[in-house]
């Protein structure tokens, strides 16, 4: 093995630590610790998958086959979110990757918000079609994006509730400008399914809009692995054909589809667990707002960013917080934009308020 070839690594890896940005493989949060760190909103991740559903499909689905728990759970969510299909992906990342590559092509347009997650931005790279950027949650920017004279077909692609921002787009004006340019609506609502909305369906069904692909993951709310797109019969079945992260990918491990099947059972029902989570983030905005620290004032929901300005400040607050017990992240370049630094404060059900007094008092001596 040459490792000549890869020496320049070296001072990659230097350059980021001068940077302060490399990053180490710490452990997951130990016993103790407060964590506020984790997408497990309803407070599921800890669930041990039960049943004897095998644990390889064995190899991409267009090979090896759907097995049982693949169509059950599909079946499930179309029910659940009243669309005709989904299907399933490994990851979230492949099924928006697979999602935006798989419909938009050369000489279409696809119009993307600023702040748009990577497998989302990915998605867009791939499908090489022209990609408008527009100002993160601007309405108009997107109806002007819309308006430019183009051939090819055209989508819009937002998320429904932005994972490092805590807030949300207008998504029934978003669903009438795409109407009325003829353009298709591909909404990620990973960090909403199981969140908000009745039954926690999400984003989309809290606003009344139907989207013509809706995303979702079971890593997130649903606290296990995978990921769905949800829309028409057509749809699924062009991705299941197209989607070259479905077509060349081990399909999901069976039993992690036949877990999912049970959270979702569980989310759908868990309304004291939406609830008591809307109850927890109020509590913590207003303590924070008291504590004169700045959260944007459009965020909403478990996603509490705390903004800090820069990289320095946001280690020096999270190594600080973590000695007094409680686990943020510092999200910085390049999650987020350079001098936009913040701590992450990441709320589950599975919190009580005496937890979320614990986090002002450590950010009260921490600021
Ligand atoms: C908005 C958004 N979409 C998609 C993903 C990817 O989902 P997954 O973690 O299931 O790959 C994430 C997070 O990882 C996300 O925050």
Known sequence: MS??????????????????????????????????????????????????????????????????????????????????????????????????????GPGDLVVSDALNHASLIDGCRLSRARVIVTPHLDVAAVARALAAPASGRRFVVTEGYFSMDGDAPDLRALRAICDDAGAALLVDDAH???????????????????????????????GGQGAFVAGSAAL????????????????????LASHASRMLALA??????????????????????????????????????????????????????????VRVAPIRPPTVPEGTCRLRLTLHAGLTDDDVERALLALRSAA
Not at 280 to 297: D, K, T
Request: charged share 25%; with cysteine; proline share 4%.
């Open 3 to 104: 490792r000549r070839a890869l020496a320049y690594l070296d001072d990659e890896l230097a350059a980021l630590d001068e940077r302060q940005r490399r990053r180490a493989r710490h452990p997951a949060s130990g016993e103790g610790l407060l964590d506020l760190t984790s997408n497990d909103y309803l407070g599921y991740a800890a669930a041990r998958p039960v049943g004897d559903a095998r644990a390889g499909a064995g190899a991409s689905r267009l090979i090896s086959g759907t097995h049982g728990e693949h169509a059950a759970l599909e079946r499930e969510v179309a029910g659940w979110l009243r669309v005709e299909d989904a299907l399933v992906f490994a990851s979230g990342y492949q099924a928006n990757l697979g999602l935006v590559s798989a419909l938009a």
């Open 192 to 222: 909403a399914i199981g969140v908000f909305g009745p039954e926690g369906r999400g984003a989309c069904a809290a606003a009344g809009v139907v989207p013509d692909a809706l995303v979702g993951t079971f890593g997130k709310a649903l």
């Open 236 to 255: 699924v079945d062009w991705l299941f054909n197209r989607a070259r992260s479905v077509v060349f990918s081990t399909g999901l491990s069976p039993a």
């Open 268 to 325: 759908r029902a868990d309304e004291p667990a939406r609830q008591r989570l809307a109850r927890l983030s109020r509590r913590l905005r207003a303590g924070l707002f008291e504590l004169g620290l700045e959260v944007p004032a459009a965020s909403s929901g478990p996603i509490v960013p705390v903004m800090v300005g820069t990289e320095g400040r946001a280690l020096a607050l999270a190594a600080r917080l973590r000695e007094a017990g």
